[in-house]
């Protein structure tokens, strides 16, 4: 089945935080890479994805989904950072995921516990952004969530710890690595209410300005000379 089709038909738009696996991606030491994903809009039939990496149509993965647990599914099809999934399961499960799905649409609908922490994560409406690296290349990442500290991200590529980048416009170095990603602590802290603005940034990377892309080499610049001397 098409996305386009898929839009038509009755189904719940709900995020859920989850990771996968695709065929054929793995790390140095030759293991299956994990990714972070998110679930927009879900049927007990298919479900579309919001992903790092896109896979191929036909592809058959596993998926684990906090809410749901592990799904075992195929790519129908695909479109810029997100895949259609048609989900491979037996009736009477299916009809549980149903009854989940009813569910979870009611308690979403009921007003959410406000994160009363100093740090809160914030799961950002829209996960896609771009990072750049300290050489000004820039890669197409996933984030997972962010506070004004840092943020939790998912890509390709998997940098190493101590790695200075920027995700969209805010500079830091990779701080911990994560079983679908990677965290990364800013050199500042972002005011809460900047936060999506400044992390979040969908443009191709021959659309980010040229003086906002040497300002973030400059910062990652100065992060290395600041690692050097630790």
Same mark, same amino acid.
């Given at each position: 089945?098409?996305?386009?089709?898929? #839009?038509?038909?009755?189904? +719940?738009?709900?995020?859920?935080?989850?990771?996968? +696996?695709?065929?054929?991606?793995?790390?140095?030491?030759?293991?299956? %890479?994990?990714?972070?994903?998110?679930?927009?809009?879900?049927?007990?039939?298919?479900?579309?994805?919001?992903?790092?990496? +896109?896979?191929?149509?036909?592809?058959? #993965? *596993?998926?684990?989904?906090?809410?749901?647990?592990?799904?075992?599914?195929?790519?129908?099809?695909?479109? *810029?950072?997100?895949?259609?999934?048609?989900?491979?399961?037996? %009736?009477?499960? %299916?009809?549980?995921?149903?009854?989940? #799905?009813?569910?979870?649409?009611?308690?979403?609908?009921?007003?959410?516990?406000?994160?009363?922490?100093?740090?809160?994560?914030?799961?950002?409406?829209?996960?896609?952004? +771009?990072? *750049?690296?300290?050489?000004?290349?820039?890669?197409?990442?996933?984030?997972?969530?962010?506070?004004?500290?840092?943020?939790?991200?998912?890509?390709?590529?998997?940098?190493?710890?101590?790695?200075?980048?920027?995700?969209?416009?805010?500079?830091?170095?990779?701080?911990?690595?994560?079983?679908?990603?990677?965290?990364?602590?800013?050199?500042?802290?972002?005011?809460?209410?900047?936060?999506?603005?400044?992390?979040?940034?969908?443009?191709?990377?021959?659309?980010?300005?040229?003086?906002?892309?040497?300002?973030?080499?400059?910062?990652?610049?100065?992060?290395?000379?600041?690692?050097?001397?630790?």
């Amino acid at each position: 089945m098409s996305v386009e089709k898929f #839009l038509k038909q009755r189904a +719940v738009n709900i995020a859920v935080a989850g990771s996968y +696996v695709l065929p054929n991606w793995y790390d140095p030491q030759g293991k299956l %890479r994990t990714f972070a994903c998110r679930t927009s809009r879900i049927s007990p039939f298919r479900m579309i994805v919001d992903v790092p990496v +896109v896979g191929k149509v036909g592809d058959r #993965l *596993t998926a684990y989904f906090r809410d749901f647990g592990n799904f075992e599914a195929s790519i129908s099809d695909t479109q *810029t950072g997100a895949v259609l999934l048609e989900l491979e399961m037996t %009736r009477s499960m %299916r009809e549980k995921f149903a009854n989940q #799905l009813t569910w979870l649409e009611k308690k979403l609908k009921e007003p959410g516990v406000t994160d009363q922490r100093k740090d809160a994560r914030i799961v950002p409406a829209n996960p896609h952004s +771009v990072m *750049t690296l300290a050489d000004g290349t820039i890669h197409g990442c996933f984030v997972i969530d962010i506070s004004s500290s840092g943020a939790a991200v998912s890509a390709k590529l998997q940098p190493q710890i101590g790695t200075p980048l920027a995700i969209g416009a805010c500079v830091g170095r990779v701080v911990r690595l994560l079983p679908d990603g990677f965290a990364v602590k800013f050199i500042e802290p972002v005011n809460r209410h900047e936060l999506e603005r400044r992390l979040i940034t969908p443009s191709a990377p021959k659309a980010l300005p040229s003086n906002a892309a040497v300002a973030t080499r400059a910062g990652a610049g100065a992060l290395v000379a600041a690692s050097g001397h630790s």
